[in-house]
């Protein structure tokens, strides 16, 4: 006798059968979604390595590259690269490209310091001693003259300190390792690109994956602007920092540059005549202050650091002497420090603390009774205590080849 399937069953099974169809179809969209993402992230992976791989490469190259590279012998894989200049420093850049796919890698780079560059204090021989007075502390190796350290007395202070130097002691040249001074052309070439130029507005951030972009006007004040990134700021005659400006990496360049009274950023001023920078600033890392005077300058250069102010980076005065104008004389002010380093071919009166290197022609320190020469009163040059993994741009003539290594990644 036939048995009839009753309604009810019919459709208990009907929602069976599409409750498996629905679990099945889900897996099968997990296992597909699964495929994806692994093969996704195999890509990515590679897009990265393949960035990595291009950035070691241009960490070896000297000089400045735009090239892109077919990777595989595929048209489909390829990465493009560059290094270019920055101020004192140089960047990278490497992005890798599968079909539409990329990944960018952006780093600002230095040299490692090595040699004479790797010392707590190098003093070019000049034919006298390097005297200390006062509670001066020499810690690291010293590059000196033939006559060595000895105990002084200036200001009506004799050294108090334990021993004269913390360190081994090595002979120093007649001249300063010098600098490539070239480097400063890529300036006047970005200046030539009449696109690139912008104009000043209240926030301007550029990335270093475009060509750097520049301002340029005759004088310029910057009060409450806030400027990151590949941006050269050029005066013909003068930049006012505020200090409630804001600068994340960008270039200052004029004859002369102040920086007001408790101003904080990151920085690269460069300039042919003064800086100033006044009391309660700190300059970030990686920071410059550079003057560089040729001899066909009309009078002499100054920079100075004044008391209270911190200097996280590099100290550059540079210049070319000149009879006719004799010597400048730059400062580091009592109380102000220097986390980094210190390189002067011109009289430095130098009365502040370096956390890093001391590398300098002459010091001339002037008190209101007398000039000390070749004297270090009351400071403290550690190198120890040079900030971790700190690099020097690469603009010394030291080492071949060079070591680099990264600074910070941009944007």
């Known amino acids: 006798m036939k048995q009839k399937l009753s309604g009810r069953a019919l459709l208990y099974a009907i929602v069976v059968s599409l409750l498996i169809a629905i679990i099945l179809t889900a897996f099968l969209m997990l296992s597909a979604s699964h495929r994806f993402l692994q093969t996704k992230s195999f890509l990515q992976g590679q897009l990265i390595r393949n960035a990595d791989a291009g950035i070691a490469y241009l960490l070896a190259q000297e000089t400045e590259i735009e090239s892109c590279i077919s ?7 390829s990465v493009c690269l560059f290094k270019r200049s920055w101020g004192m420093y140089d960047y990278l850049g490497a992005r890798s490209f599968h079909r539409q796919d990329s990944f960018s890698r952006l780093y600002l780079v230095g040299q490692l310091p090595e040699g004479r560059l790797n010392a707590a204090v ?36 004799q050294f108090e300190g334990g021993q004269l130097l913390y360190g081994e002691e090595r002979r120093s040249s007649k001249f300063l390792p010098s600098l490539a001074l070239d480097k400063l052309r890529h300036l ?13 507005a209240p926030k301007i951030h550029c990335s270093f994956e475009q060509m750097p972009k520049y301002i340029l006007a005759e004088e310029l004040y910057l009060q409450n602007e806030n400027l990151k990134g590949a941006l050269l ?9 505020g200090k409630e400006a804001q600068l994340e990496e960008v270039i200052l360049q004029a004859p002369n540059i ?23 600033c700190r300059l970030k890392y990686p920071s410059v202050l550079a003057v560089y005077r040729n001899q066909l300058a009309e009078q002499a250069s100054f920079l ?13 005065s540079q210049e070319e002497y000149s009879p006719r104008m004799g010597r400048s004389r730059h400062r580091l002010a009592p109380t102000s420090k220097v986390r980094g380093f210190v390189y002067s071919n011109v009289y ?15 010091l001339s320190l002037k008190t209101p009774a007398a000039v000390y020469e070749n004297y270090l009163i ?21 080492g071949s080849p060079k070591k680099r290594g990264i600074i910070k990644c941009l944007e």
């Open 233 to 241: 700021i050029r005066a013909e005659k003068a930049i006012y920092v």
């Open 188 to 200: 006047d070439q970005l200046l030539t690109l009449p696109e690139q130029q912008t104009t000043l």
């Open 71 to 77: 990777l595989y012998g595929e048209a489909q894989d």
């Open 122 to 157: 190098y003093l070019a021989d000049r034919g006298k001693p390097l005297m200390l007075a006062g509670k001066t502390l020499l810690r690291g190796a010293a590059y000196l003259p033939k006559a060595g350290l000895k105990r002084g007395r200036a200001a009506g202070q």
């Open 378 to 398: 009351n400071v403290k040059v550690e190198l120890e205590k040079r900030p971790k993994r700190f690099l020097l741009p690469d603009i010394f003539k030291e």
């Open 304 to 316: 100075q650091l004044d008391s209270a102010s911190i200097l996280e980076g590099i100290w550059i």
């Open 348 to 362: 430095l009166d130098m009365q502040a603390d370096i956390d890093g290197q001391l590398m300098l022609r002459q």
């Open 258 to 280: 102040i920086f007001e009274s408790g101003f904080e950023g990151s920085v690269q001023a460069i300039a042919s005549d003064t800086i100033i920078v006044q009391a309660n």
